[in-house]
């Protein structure tokens, strides 16, 4: 099974900070990485597909970058409403598997 | 507009069966494959498994988790997708999901999830 190991676990920073999310692949998974975003409660969202593609009306300062092993996510300036969890999600080969979660809060 | 439903959640005991219902509208359903997800309470989100369209055999596949205990079908006609839980453990306590997946033949692969069904196992 390919482990995705996320960092950090947690967070803190500020409205306006840019914020670097990094996913590792035990194995290379070439592009097929997805990003979610997931509020309490409520249903997960996917933000970056294709490793780097932006999903429509998703705002443009979410950004993803990565191939093979090593992948980022990028706010460029956190804004209130991006407080939240954010996991990548591997689907290059069965199982697909998730990382553990990223949660950014409120510094 | 896509829409996915999940419903049939609820309290049910260890050792028991539960059976998960995805009702689908908006998009060509028999032409997508469809994978489940769950989200374990305090934990994070993980893979439960996914079911190929017919073009592509129909085949299921699954998390080590729940491989063996847990079955994903789908009925093309209703536009439905299943997931029959059996032998439950208290560990399968999650909220559940369900999401359409193209992968392979589109970019619409987890872009859509239902608003999830809580699944309680306790005694």
């Known amino acids: 099974d390919i482990q995705m190991t996320q960092s950090p676990s947690a967070m803190s920073a500020s409205v306006g900070d840019r914020v670097t999310i990094t996913c590792r692949a035990s194995?290379?998974?070439?592009?097929?990485l997805v990003w979610f975003q997931q509020k309490p409660g409520k249903v997960p969202k996917r933000l970056i597909y294709?490793?780097?593609s932006l999903q429509s009306g998703v705002p443009s300062r979410f950004s993803g970058s990565g191939s093979g092993t090593e992948f980022t996510l990028t706010i460029s300036s956190l804004q209130p409403e991006d407080f939240a969890t954010y996991y990548c999600l591997q689907h290059n080969s069965d199982p697909l598997t998730f990382g553990g979660g990223t949660k950014v809060e409120i510094k | 507009e896509v829409q996915l439903v999940e419903s049939g959640g609820g309290l049910v005991q260890p050792g028991r069966s539960l059976r998960l219902s995805c009702t689908t509208s908006?998009?060509?359903?028999?032409?997508?494959?469809m994978s489940w997800m769950r989200h374990l309470p305090g934990k994070g989100l993980e893979w439960v498994g996914f079911i190929r369209n017919k073009a592509y055999g129909g085949a299921a596949v699954y998390g080590a988790s729940v491989k063996g205990r847990f079955t994903i079908s789908r009925d093309d006609s209703r536009s439905i997708a299943y997931l029959q839980m059996d032998s439950l453990k208290t560990e399968d306590t999650a909220v559940y999901y369900c999401?359409?997946?193209?992968?392979?033949?589109?970019?619409?692969?987890?872009?859509?999830w239902g608003q999830g069904t809580l699944v309680t196992v306790s005694s």
């Open positions: 194995q290379g998974i070439s592009n097929h």
């Open positions: 908006g998009f060509t359903f028999r032409d997508s494959g």
């Open positions: 999401t359409r997946d193209g992968r392979g033949t589109n970019s619409y692969y987890f872009d859509c």
């Open positions: 294709a490793s780097s």
